[in-house]
């Protein structure tokens, strides 16, 4: 039962354009999401994170959207390098659960030069 | 100046046999994680341990064991390998507290 979901297992974006990563839920008791990057014979980093009482979160390029109604999450992009080629993976948990995430399978972003 | 290493990356094994990966996180974090990456990507989460002790057990095979001998590391031991274990299978670590994970860069297992 994967309680996150990533359904587009790829992404192919030109270079300098926006790049939209989608992520949808399905426990309603999850109220902190996270988004990790993993380049190819590397564990994946954490990247940005979002806390359920806010819809929003920017760090520099990258920004994350949170629609709890819709249990669903995106994380954009802007501008696009070819460096942000990797797969991206959302993670979702509940806090005070002993820090256990359920992760969704991951979106692997190409960036066209 | 890894934080979080895993050792080995590589692993082929025979069906049948006994196998151990290391985990060590030299990031002083309290909780260490052990996650199994299937072949669609999913990660699954096996085990935690808080400060030595065993906090999560996900449904996982007896023949798998983890052990911490300190709140650095935390080894997985593997009897009697099967075929469906073979996996990536990467080990991490976090502060007590309710943020991300730094991530080992995982240990390919692969049983023949």
């Known amino acids: 039962d994967q309680q996150v979901k990533q359904n587009s297992p790829s992404l192919s974006v030109q270079e300098g354009r926006i790049s939209i990563l989608n992520c949808d839920y399905t426990?309603?008791?999850?109220?902190?999401f996270l988004w990790y990057k993993k380049y190819p014979a590397e564990g994946p980093t954490f990247l940005i994170s979002?806390?359920?009482?806010?819809d929003k979160n920017e760090d520099g390029r990258f920004t994350v959207f949170l629609n709890k109604s819709a249990k669903h999450l995106s994380l954009h992009i802007v501008p696009s390098q070819p460096g942000d080629s990797a797969v991206y993976f959302c993670?979702?948990?509940?806090?005070?659960?002993?820090?256990?995430?359920?992760f969704g399978t991951g979106t692997s972003l190409t960036v066209i030069p | 100046d890894t934080a979080v290493s895993q050792t080995p990356k590589y692993l082929v094994t025979q069906m049948g046999n006994d196998k151990s990966i290391k985990c060590e996180q030299n990031?002083?974090?309290?909780?260490m994680y052990w996650y199994k990456q299937d072949s669609k990507k999913f990660l699954k989460i096996m085990f935690s341990?808080?400060?030595?002790?065993?906090?999560i057990n996900e449904t996982v095979p007896n023949r798998f064991s983890p052990k911490s001998p300190d709140k650095a590391h935390l080894n997985l031991h593997i009897n009697s390998l099967e075929l469906g274990d073979s996996a990536v299978y990467f080990c991490?670590?976090?502060?007590?507290?309710?943020?991300?994970?730094?991530f080992g860069s995982g240990t390919r297992l692969t049983v023949v």
């Open positions: 991490a670590s976090s502060p007590d507290s309710n943020y991300g994970y730094t």
């Open positions: 426990n309603s008791m999850f109220d902190y």
């Open positions: 979002i806390s359920s009482i806010k």
């Open positions: 993670a979702a948990s509940v806090t005070n659960t002993g820090n256990q995430f359920y």
């Open positions: 990031l002083g974090h309290d909780t």
């Open positions: 341990y808080n400060n030595k002790e065993l906090i």
